[in-house]
């Protein structure tokens, strides 16, 4: 670190990351942060590791996540659009 900076907790135990410093270590609006307490009484903020989302099976790279919303029903949604576009296509 190149200089320590204080800042206040404020009532409802929130702090504030200067500007500058946030810029410079890519910290944006909604992102997490990692609270560690430290054997002399301190305190560790880093944020938290993002997942890749890529892992290895038998040599593999494979995309294992979770959807972030109904998968199952958005195909119906689409396949449903298309069907209606091939109709519309042959004038039945």
Known sequence: MDQALEVTVD???RIRIPEALRRRLGLTAGMTLVVEETDDDGVVLE???MHSGLVE??????FDARPLGDLDGALELEREKRDQAL???MDL
């Open 11 to 13: 009532g409802r135990g």
């Open 57 to 62: 099976e038998n040599g593999i790279l494979v």
């Open 87 to 89: 109709i519309r296509g």
């Open 47 to 49: 944020p938290e590791k």
